[in-house]
């Protein structure tokens, strides 16, 4: 397949989807390294919220880079406000596809998108079904440990455009994360993120708000709310941790990391509670 797509002169979208601990991220990483080219721009898209490695948890992150040697850079953040698609699937099924369609405009000849293992039951299959359609990737690799995506990949077998590889789980290399583990992996990214982290006032009289809005005139409603800082296009600028509301002054104080406020256009609530070490309150 990797010598097919380098061969080949079209752009390709390669989806990597299985149920958790199946190897999805170190696949992804795999093709993203392999499909880098000198001459070509090759993009990734990691879209596994909980366990993220090119943007903090929470976000989908596009990193993008020329040639196997060249270090990947950030060439977009979307934050979803969640380290979970559950009650957020909206969120992170448009900024999948606004990533995929940064990185096509761009330029990138592949694109690699790295998914979380919300797929099975009902929802979690609809979920990933929808996002596919979306997308439209030219390729789709399932990694099966049995037949939990059968009816996923039966209603995508006849998708135009779209070619289906089944792989099987290998057992090498592939350790089951715990709940523990996968939570102190997120606290470590979240501690790492809001180290150099300040203290920061907005203005809310001309900043959009959207995401999961709480009822502000509760305190412990948005008291150290994750919440993302957004552009002008809404792609995340940072992350920020909400310390203190002043409806009356109509202003926010927050921490981040964030250098340039001016660019901050909108506000979005997220659903989840931190303290600047990235302990999940």
């Known amino acids: 397949m990797v010598g097919r797509l380098k061969k080949s002169q079209k752009p390709s979208i390669i989806m990597v989807i299985g149920i958790i601990d199946t190897g999805k991220s170190t696949l992804s990483h795999f093709l993203f390294r392999e499909l880098c080219s000198k001459s070509n721009l090759t993009a990734l898209i990691d879209a596994d919220l909980g366990q993220s490695t090119v943007g903090p948890p929470t976000?989908?992150?596009?990193?993008?880079?020329?040639?196997?040697?060249?270090?990947?850079?950030?060439?977009?953040?979307?934050?979803?406000?969640?380290?979970?698609?559950?009650?957020?699937?909206?969120?992170?099924?448009?900024?999948?596809?606004?990533?995929?369609?940064?990185?096509?405009?761009?330029?990138?000849?592949?694109?690699?998108?790295?998914t979380s293992g919300f797929v099975g039951g009902p929802i979690g299959r609809e979920f990933k079904f929808q996002k596919i359609d979306l997308?439209?990737?030219?390729?789709?690799?399932?990694?099966?440990?049995?037949?939990?995506?059968?009816?996923?990949?039966?209603?995508?077998?006849?998708?135009?455009?779209t070619s289906i590889c089944r792989l099987g789980v290998s057992q090498e290399g592939i350790r089951c994360k715990l709940p523990e583990q996968r939570r102190l992996y997120r606290e470590s990214r979240f501690n790492a993120y809001f180290k150099n982290a300040k203290s920061v006032s907005l203005p809310l009289e001309k900043i959009g708000l959207h995401g999961t809005i709480p009822d502000l005139v509760i305190r412990q409603n948005w008291d150290h709310l994750l919440i993302g800082l957004c552009d002008g296009d809404n792609l995340t600028l940072s992350l920020g941790i909400i310390e203190d509301l002043d409806l009356k002054k109509g202003s926010v104080s927050l921490i981040s990391p964030i250098n340039n406020m001016n660019r901050v256009k909108s506000i979005q609530f997220g659903s989840i509670y931190l303290d600047k070490n990235g302990e999940e309150r």
Do not use: W, Y
Not at 142 to 156: D, F, Q, R, T, Y
């Open 135 to 161: 997308v439209c990737p030219t390729h789709i690799v399932a990694i099966e440990k049995g037949e939990e995506l059968n009816l996923l990949l039966k209603n995508l077998s006849h998708k135009r455009g």
């Open 59 to 114: 976000t989908i992150g596009l990193s993008i880079k020329k040639g196997p040697k060249t270090l990947s850079n950030r060439g977009g953040l979307c934050f979803v406000g969640s380290t979970s698609p559950r009650g957020h699937m909206l969120q992170t099924i448009v900024a999948v596809k606004k990533l995929v369609d940064r990185a096509m405009a761009l330029k990138a000849r592949h694109v690699v998108i790295d």
